[in-house]
């Protein structure tokens, strides 16, 4: 049996797992990210791998190219997604064994958090994009802004950022809300947007209604690129990439982190400023705390005045009160946002 075909009964074979969007194209990437090296140890394309090339030494070749530029974690999922497949294989009879056993995979270790290093990168981070330091062919400091704040503000991941719609930013003025659709497990949460953040969000979709023609309707993608097209994945890696460039604090994001580093900065502020571990957890969209903290469901209350406990909301105060106000800039040289 061909791979790809393989790969398709694969995934109906998990369709009844209710797997999220978010998880179905993460264990897509991490398939066909080995595949690809596999396929280049065996000699032919991925179009042509067979699943009887998928042996041992093969593999083993295969994981050893595709971890050297990814972290511990992103290897440890690709390695378990690969586990799972081979399951599969082996339950429908498409090869006899499942060489995983035989392929090496990094020891787990205690998850720890990376936020960004220093204490003050995340407001050195935020004024130099907000002085337009980034700029750009098509410079959009409101929106490269928006993104971020949010980011840093919300705890939000990747692919929940890129999933948001105009419209899930609800509620009445001074008590917005995120609706955050589709984390980890399929679950929605809603997360507290306190003034500056919600005028953050306002200045941004104005200034895209002024390029574009439109501020999108409820049901429209949130963070679109300069030709009005859904953000994508690698066009936020990039925009995160370059404003940490821009604002000198590169070197204060570790190894694979990027745009989570944000994430991890949102919690850590949280519980430097007192958040409760259940709030945190509410916040990140975390499934479950330790056995020992029990499960305990914060109010929206709670939730509320636990985000606005942030101490980036006040660097965010001052941004906007003082001369690094987001002024629209004049098109200029320089990397466009697929770079």
Partial sequence: ME?????????????????SPHTVAAYRR???????????????????????????????????AFSQSRAKSSIARAWSVWNAFFG??????IVAGNPMSAVAKPRPGRATPKPL????????????????????????PQRDL?????????????????????????????ERRLLVRGGKGDADRVVPVEPPLEALLVEYLESRRIRLGSAGGVDAVLFVDHRGRPLSRNQLQYLVRQCYRVAGVS?????????????HTFATR?????????????????????????????????LRDAARSNSMYGSLRRLRSGQDRVEPLDDGAGRDDEG
């Fill in 270 to 302: 949280l519980g430097q400023s007192g958040a409760s571990a259940v709030e945190v957890m509410e916040l990140l969209g975390h499934r479950s705390l330790q056995a020992s903290q029990g499960y305990i469901k914060a109010t929206a209350r709670e």
């Fill in 30 to 64: 991490d398939l066909e990210g080995v595949a690809r090296e596999v396929a280049e140890a065996v000699g032919v394309e991925v179009s042509g791998l067979r699943c009887a090339d998928l042996t041992v030494g093969p593999m083993r070749i295969g994981f050893a």
């Fill in 117 to 140: 290093k220093g204490e003050d990168a995340a407001e050195r981070l935020l004024s130099a994009v907000a002085a337009g330091a980034r700029g750009g062919r098509h410079p959009w």
């Fill in 146 to 174: 928006a993104v971020l704040a949010v980011l840093l503000l919300t705890g939000v991941r990747s692919s929940e950022l890129l999933g948001l719609r105009v419209g899930d930013v609800a509620g009445p003025v001074g």
């Fill in 3 to 19: 791979f790809t075909d393989a790969v398709a009964g694969f995934f109906v074979s998990r369709a009844p797992r209710k797997d």
């Fill in 88 to 93: 599969y294989l082996v339950g429908e009879q």
């Fill in 251 to 263: 070197d204060q994001v570790e190894r694979g982190a990027l745009v989570h580093a944000l994430r």
